[in-house]
């Protein structure tokens, strides 16, 4: 019970990661304030955490709206008086094409999810986090460590979150939050397979053998599970870590080391 009694808010609540790290943090004990722009996936997730015995605000959210991510702040007073822990999820892909190609404003719409509203919403959050003593942590990429053709743009945006993060951690520290990032790689869950699938189809052959050809340049010789990343999440929020800060976690199965 790593989070026992803890209020942990999570934006981004969706069918993958999302989800897993509500999940994971109800299973560690916390109570949870769900934000994301779908109610019927919020109320999914809500239902799962009050199966586990803990308690879950639905707070629909578009995160790139100011008023709305007042309101967010607002609901999470109103319905435990405290946060412990903002994990910022959210994130709306950017155009995955060469840098010189980039449409410029589609990048800046994504930009403005990603990185400024991220942004905007940890500063919302900081008075309360300041009498909490608690805790910010980023979901950032394992596309930090490599710089292959048509993923710059989601570079810049996780970087740019990174860098976020470690100076966030520098002016929040001496009041007693901590901030911190995850980075995971491929994550096992039903997007991932899907595209294998499609992969797979055209090159004529399975979802499984794209699978096993990834899975064999990573240590562990397995993808990593929303759970499994959840579960750094919930570390980093936790007393385990209160002498961690402004540090960036890989969770990638040893694919890369940093």
Sequence with gaps: ?????????????????????????????????????????????????????????????????????????????????????????????????????????????????NVLATLRLTQLFAPTLVESKGSIVMVLSAVLRHSRRTFGTYKMAKTSLLSLAQSLSAELGPQGVRVNSVAPSYIWADTLKTYFDFLGTKKGVTGQQIYDEIAATIDLRRLIEPAEIADTVVFLASDMARAVTGQCLDVNGGEFHH
Excluded: C, H, W, Y
């Excluded at 808010?9 to 989800?19: A, D, E, K, T």
């Excluded at 790290?21 to 919020?42: E, H």
């Excluded at 319905?79 to 010189?100: C, E, I, K, S, Y």
């Design 1 to 113: 019970m790593l989070l026992k009694d803890k209020v942990v808010v999570v934006s981004g609540i969706g069918p993958g990661l999302g989800q897993a790290i509500a999940v994971q943090a109800a299973r560690a004990g916390a109570d949870l304030v769900l934000a994301a722009r779908t109610q019927s996936r919020l109320e999914e997730v809500a239902k799962e955490v009050t199966a586990l015995g803990r308690r879950a605000v639905t707070v629909p959210t578009d995160i790139t709206d100011p008023q709305a991510a007042q309101d967010l702040v607002q609901a999470s007073l109103e319905a435990f008086g405290r946060v412990d822990t903002l994990v910022n999820n959210a994130f709306a892909m950017p155009t995955m094409r060469d840098l010189l190609k980039v449409d410029l404003l589609a990048f800046r719409e994504s930009f403005e999810t």
